[in-house]
């Protein structure tokens, strides 16, 4: 048999061999640079506090409107429930396309309120408008994440560190882009952040789908090779934000950046072209090799027999395992929905929802979420009480930006590698990550000089972390098979910590001390006028509060942490590899019935039983007869 590629797009020992550019169009490695692409540009609501201010004088708004406008951008972020949905019964370009379309037309009717060009809206409006525009990245993360995590789940870690690296990345992309294309106009940012990623999504509809995977021997070194380039595009973005930090940048100058960011944005699709090409050519090897091969190495009948029967399910198994499936589908799911099975299995979306370990887990991710997007979302009112000049809050923004992207990365590529080597658990370092942004947290309350700087790294970082370490404990626990729907489900408890958090508590005490100081002054607030507070007290109350919150969090955090303990010192991916060895038994089989030669490779990409690298196409224990 042939095993042609990685098991993507075609069947193994095909005799028709396509060529390269189709091969190249329809590689899974294009798959993964369109999903970086799309990630790249789906963090605008990252960005609030940009753009927060103009919304802030246009419409007339206190800080407590604000917040709620805040808070309905969260909730449509995360609330993704209806793309996971969706998901389930549709293929991604049509979820794609959907976010596409809500993007545009929510930030463009953002844009067209605060440039006046149509009535002023109530705030009502306002809020629905932003909460769709905001729920289009639920659609892009859904479309594109989740159908690479399907298509690479033994890798999962790295792949939901990579992808959720580019998202944090993308406020200081897109701040490049922005003043590149339109100087310091932030109202232009809506309109930006409106149609940048719906062409981007539209433009790679095609290409992201769900693939027919088997492990590649060298999966993990390509997915490195991102990671450094990507290290490279936030060591270029955090150099220059301190350049023009230091110095006044005219337009000609931002547009230079601005094409740098650009080149480092397209530089992983030099190593999609290799790969695939490597794909290709093992491909072209294996199908054109008129010499019959076969694997040298032979093992006693008995042995084999007993191989076979250790990996590949008996046809007796195979009836059992679909009867019991068919009397499950015929139970009612409430029925089942308080018999959980067996941790890593495939859990129904209500065994899901009503099971002990995601209530916890959702608990944890509340406080924790919702204390670090408190920060995030306030630091321009932040900046500006504590007296910092309107270029140190953009570049807050970026270093929370940049920050947000290396936690994202840190915590999926050292999670995976701390696990699979230590068994070290993922809920046991998502407590860690929490007990660490308090420190942030606290740097805020009490308004230490320059210390918004350090509490924007530390927050940004956290809050990066918390994501992928949050979706990848619940495909592990849970299982893929409702993957879509229980990953946005887990996105709920952000807009939920942020409504508490940000609206109740921080939007609340900021006015009623901006009143207090009003007071003082012997002023009257007029209606239409907006609401400002100065000062340490804006937002002390508030900040220890949420750090309070966060301890709780840690604490929450830390008992699902014992209760999985078990299971992550238990071999977690056994029943991916297991499915792996079943698929290449069936394809040998297949191989065996049409005549085709054997072959088994590795090293190129070509799944190795063994997992040993040949690097030629060929096996190296194949000969020619």
């Known amino acids: 048999m042939v095993v042609a590629g990685p098991g993507f797009g075609g069947g193994g020992g095909m005799p028709n061999m396509k060529s390269f550019p189709v091969h190249f169009f329809t590689g899974p490695w294009l798959m993964v640079f369109g999903s970086l692409l ?30 709620l406008l805040s808070f309905f951008k969260d909730l449509g972020t995360n609330v993704g429930v209806l793309s996971g949905l969706i998901a389930e019964v549709t293929p991604p370009w049509f979820v794609l396309s959907v976010g596409a379309v ?39 993360n859904t479309g594109s994440l989740v159908t690479c995590v399907k298509n690479f789940p033994e890798s999962r870690g790295v792949v939901l560190g990579i992808l ?3 998202v944090g990345l993308s406020g200081a992309i897109i701040t490049q882009l922005y003043h590149a294309f339109y100087g310091d106009d932030s109202k232009s940012l809506i309109l930006l952040i409106g149609w ?35 290290l490279g595009l936030a060591s270029f973005l955090m150099i220059i934000i301190i350049v023009e930090k230091k110095f ?21 699709l030099g190593v999609v072209i290799m790969e695939e090409y490597k794909l290709w050519e093992a491909k072209r090897r294996a199908l054109n090799d008129p010499s019959p091969l076969k694997i040298v190495t032979e093992k006693p009948i008995t042995e084999q027999s007993k191989e076979n029967t250790d990996e590949v399910p008996s046809s007796s198994n195979i009836l ?12 009612s799911c409430w029925k089942t929905a308080f018999k959980t099975p067996d941790r890593g299995e495939d859990y129904t979306i209500l065994q899901a929802l009503f099971s002990l370990d995601m209530l916890v887990l959702f608990l944890a991710t509340t406080c924790g979420v919702g204390g670090t997007l408190t920060a995030i979302d306030n630091l321009g009112q932040i900046g500006t009480s504590l007296g910092y000049p309107k270029r140190s809050i953009s570049t807050f923004v970026s270093l929370v930006s940049i920050w947000n992207y290396l936690g994202r990365v840190t915590a999926g590529f050292v999670s995976e590698i701390v696990l699979t080597r230590y068994k070290f658990p993922r809920p046991l370092m998502l407590t860690l990550i929490m007990l660490f942004s308090c420190v942030g947290h606290l740097l805020i309350a009490f308004g230490v000089p320059g210390g918004l700087y350090v509490a924007s790294v530390i927050i940004g970082f956290c809050f990066g972390a918390q994501w992928p370490l949050l979706f990848a404990i619940i495909s592990e626990i849970f299982g893929l098979k409702y993957y879509s729907t229980l990953y946005n489900f887990g996105s709920v408890a952000s807009p939920i910590g942020s409504y508490i958090l940000n609206v109740k508590v921080a939007g609340n005490l900021y006015d009623k001390e901006a009143k207090k100081q009003m007071a003082a ?27 309070a919150a966060t301890l709780f969090g840690t604490l929450v955090s830390f008992i699902l942490a014992v209760r999985t303990r078990k299971f992550y010192k238990s071999d977690i991916y056994k029943k991916f590899r297991e499915e792996v060895k079943a698929a290449e038994a069936e394809m040998t089989a297949a191989g065996d019935a049409i005549g085709l030669p054997q072959v088994k490779a590795a090293g190129n990409g070509i799944s190795h039983r063994d997992g040993k690298a040949a690097g030629n196409g060929v096996g190296e224990e194949a000969k020619t007869g």
């Open 38 to 67: 799309i990630m790249s540009a789906a963090g605008a609501t990252y960005m609030f506090s940009l753009y927060s201010g103009d919304i802030k004088s246009s419409l007339g708004y206190d800080q407590t409107t604000l917040n």
């Open 102 to 140: 809500l993007n545009f037309f929510g930030y463009f009717m953002i844009w067209l309120a605060v440039t006046k060009k149509i009535a002023r809206p109530q705030v009502w409006h306002m809020c629905l408008y932003i909460c769709i525009g905001a729920n289009s990245q639920s659609f892009a």
């Open 164 to 166: 959720k690296g580019y």
């Open 196 to 230: 940048l990623p719906a062409v981007i999504s539209l433009f790679f509809v095609r290409t992201i789908r769900i693939m027919k995977v088997a492990h590649q021997a060298n999966e993990l070194k390509v997915f490195f090779k991102f990671l450094y380039i990507s």
């Open 248 to 268: 006044v940048f005219t337009r000609p100058e931002y547009g230079g950046s601005a094409a740098m960011v650009l080149f480092l944005l397209f530089l992983p």
């Open 320 to 331: 059992a395992d679909t009867e019991s499936s068919n009397d499950q589908a015929n139970v």
């Open 521 to 547: 002054l012997g002023l009257v607030r007029k209606a239409g006028q907006d609401l400002d507070c100065n000062g340490v007290q804006c937002f002390k109350l508030s900040f220890i509060i949420i750090t």
